[in-house]
């Protein structure tokens, strides 16, 4: 059974600009949530989607916005990027509400300059 | 609100020596449910343990073991004979009966094993 993917494992963008990061969820897994790992704030909560809706939100700006589709692919687009967006952008995924286990994937690696 | 903290930022041990882990939560929720996950170099997120809110039964895997108090709202991991192969960062994470699948995790706990 295939992991989690992320593509892209590395991206380099200059500030201003907008990103779209990707995830494809273990099959037959239907919730994907994000997360953003800083040094300095640690692991946080961007927002999950269960079946094409989004269930759950963290306390991040506008700028940061995700979607889903109906096979459970999820992309995560962050808007006029600021030297803060660099981080490690990571994707989980599980199965539903009862299913609490959630598998990361290798997360994609965001630099801001 | 919910809260996980894991107070030892860093610990170094020398290879076969037993290693302990601590992690203390805050929750308002009657059901929840923890979780240790393990972080290689790599970044990837390893998932390591599950455990509900109501199922206080300590459990053993191999080398590692895991405490759960209720009572003083902790959720330990051990390492028995720690192996060079455990360093990671090691996150206890905690998700509400009522937050979906959200997870609040803590600080991490850099686990360095030298040989």
Known sequence: ?113 | AQKVTQAQTEISVVEKEDVTLDCVYETRDTTYYLFWYKQPPSGELVFLIRRNSFDEQNEISGRYSWNFQKSTSSFNFTITASQVVDSAVYFCALSEETSGSRLTFGEGTQLTVNP
């Not at chain 1, 990103?19 to 946080?44: A, D, K, M």
């Open chain 1, 1 to 113: 059974k295939a992991g989690v993917t992320q593509t892209p494992r590395y991206l380099i963008k200059t500030r201003g600009q907008q990103v779209t990061l990707s995830c494809s969820p273990i099959s037959g897994h239907r919730s994907v949530s994000w997360y953003q790992q800083t040094p300095g704030q640690g692991l946080q909560f961007l927002f999950e989607y269960f079946s094409e809706t989004q269930r759950n939100k963290g306390n991040f700006p506008g700028r940061f916005s995700g979607r889903q589709f109906s096979n459970s692919r999820s992309e995560m687009n962050v808007s006029t990027l600021e030297l803060g967006d660099s981080a490690l952008y990571l994707c989980a995924s599980s199965g539903d509400y009862r299913d609490r286990e959630a598998f990361f994937g290798q997360g994609t690696r965001l630099t801001v300059v």
